[in-house]
């Protein structure tokens, strides 16, 4: 089974204006690709400094044509906050744009603070979700919206544009709740999560089990009969030095962290106090810090239970400018992913047939 690797990506202020924080994201993009990455993942953020780029959709179809190879996609699209009539029109288009290069992530979004600011009620947001991605699958696979659910409005519409990927472009779903594994295995859904010191492992177990045994006939996503992917999703910071790569990510880091936190401090929440927190990071492995040889190193010790076969670092966030993530870039195309491909072969034990087990 091979490996692949791509970029996650944010939109947070930093100290720059939005317009860098965007025409450096489409330059980092573009170099991504020359330098062979494989996928380019963003995120979705509202009202919050997390992001200046609420709509992934303007900047994919920005990414469109600039790009040729690489897939490109959100991680993930915040279903209950969108039409999805709306929404599915304009995922056709950028498949269609892309030339079939689209991903798309689904979930309910992370932040109950942001969906407020949307109108959509939190307490409802799952099934909000459930059934706003059912609609979406269903009509791309038969051409019409005919929906009638207790949640989304009523719907009778036939769709003028398909994606170019038939039924529909592959799904992910992003999430370090290794209760949510089971669900993505037996669909067939792409899964990344955070190392979180050894814990997501068990997500994967539980994913590869429900996908082996999975009914191929009834699996979600539309690429089911294909190896899914199943990666890890560290912050990552290269240098010269152990002292240089620490320093590094505790300024850019702690300046995210600030990013992250906003909305949920002003509501006197501390839920996601450890998500972004550097030195928790540091020792759950959700970081992974310092010069080439020792990021594979751990990198390495991550990927070692064959349970991976995916990586998806964010290597540009905080008050970190261009130049430094383009070396971080770099030095993560150029040195780590030749040396992992070399070292994983071996690794990757995850059955590529059909047939379950």
């Known amino acids: 089974m091979d490996i692949e ?3 996650f990506d944010s939109f947070d202020l930093g100290t720059g204006t939005p317009e860098a924080v965007l025409d450096d994201r489409l330059k980092l993009a573009v170099e991504a690709e020359r330098l062979g990455i494989d996928r380019y993942h963003v995120t979705e953020h509202h009202g919050t400094p997390l992001s ?13 044509q600039r790009t040729t190879r690489m897939r490109i996609g959100a991680l993930v699209y915040v279903l209950p906050a969108y039409d999805p009539v709306r929404l599915a029109e304009e995922l056709a288009v950028i498949d269609q744009l892309s030339h079939g290069r689209l991903d798309f992530g689904v979930g309910r979004g992370v932040s109950p603070y942001e969906l407020k600011y949307l109108g959509v009620d939190p307490d409802i947001s799952l099934p909000v979700y459930v059934e706003t991605l059912a609609a979406i699958t269903t009509a791309f696979t038969t051409g019409r919206f005919n929906h009638r659910g207790p949640h989304l409005r009523d719907i ?5 544009m398909l994606p170019r990927q038939r039924p529909y472009p592959p799904l992910w779903y992003a999430s370090s709740n290794i209760a949510t594994a089971e669900w993505a295995g037996s669909n ?12 997501f492992l068990k997500g994967a177990e539980t994913y590869w089990s429900a996908w082996k045994s999975r009914d191929t006939e009834l699996a979600l996503n539309a690429s089911s009969d294909t190896v899914p992917r199943v990666g890890i999703n560290p912050t990552l910071v290269i240098a010269g030095t152990e002292e240089e790569a620490n320093a590094l990510f505790m300024r850019h880091q702690t300046r995210f962290r600030e990013h992250v936190v906003l909305r949920w401090h002003e509501n006197d929440d501390h839920r996601v106090d450890n998500f972004a927190d550097p030195v928790f990071g540091l020792k759950s492995g959700n970081a992974v810090v310092g010069t080439v040889d020792s990021v594979i190193e751990q990198l390495l010790i991550q990927f070692s239970s064959g349970m991976f076969n995916y990586l998806e670092p964010m290597i540009y966030f905080g008050d970190m400018d261009f130049a430094a993530s383009l070396r971080n870039l770099e030095l993560y195309s150029q040195e780590v992913i030749p040396a992992l491909k070399a070292h994983l072969q071996s690794y990757l034990s995850v059955p590529s047939s059909r047939t379950p087990a």
């Open 188 to 199: 067939a859904v792409n899964f990344v999560g955070r190392w979180n010191d050894g814990e």
């Open 52 to 64: 200046v780029c609420p709509s992934p959709n303007i900047f994919l179809s920005a990414l469109t």
């Open 156 to 160: 009778d519409v036939e769709l003028p």
């Open 5 to 7: 690797f791509g970029i």
